[in-house]
């Protein structure tokens, strides 16, 4: 069964860093674009990055410059490096990619279970 498997989030202080992991496992023929979403506390899901399968990336405007998101295609994982936190920050982070399970005839859309990033003094 294809999954994805966030892990990385804890508690920071506002001005520090975390690194997010999302791992793809399961019987996987391809791997396709990679995203990283958030939801803070009674707000709707908003799309933070993406990494295509060759590597390039695009980023909301509230963390560009701050954020950093790459892939290793090798471990089937896509990261998000964090830096400058600040307290808007704070959400749960999903990881979401279109994974082409093997057997299957298509790419199909599958999400993580999330991760909780709390920044605060």
């Known amino acids: 069964q294809v999954q994805l498997v966030e892990s990385g989030g804890d508690l920071v202080q506002p001005g520090g860093s975390l690194r997010l992991s999302c791992a793809a496992s399961g019987s996987i023929f391809r791997i396709g674009v990679m995203r990283w979403y958030r939801q803070a506390p009674e707000k709707q899901r908003e799309w933070v990055a993406t990494?295509?399968?060759?590597?390039?990336?695009n980023y909301a405007g509230s963390v560009k410059g701050r954020f950093t998101i790459a892939r290793d295609n090798a471990k089937s994982t896509v990261y998000l490096q964090m830096n400058s936190l600040k307290l808007e920050d704070t959400a749960v982070y999903y990881c979401n990619s279109f994974l082409w399970p093997t057997g299957s005839r298509r790419y199909e859309d599958y999400w993580g279970q999330g991760t909780q990033v709390t920044v605060s003094p």
């Open positions: 990494i295509t399968d060759d590597g390039s990336t």
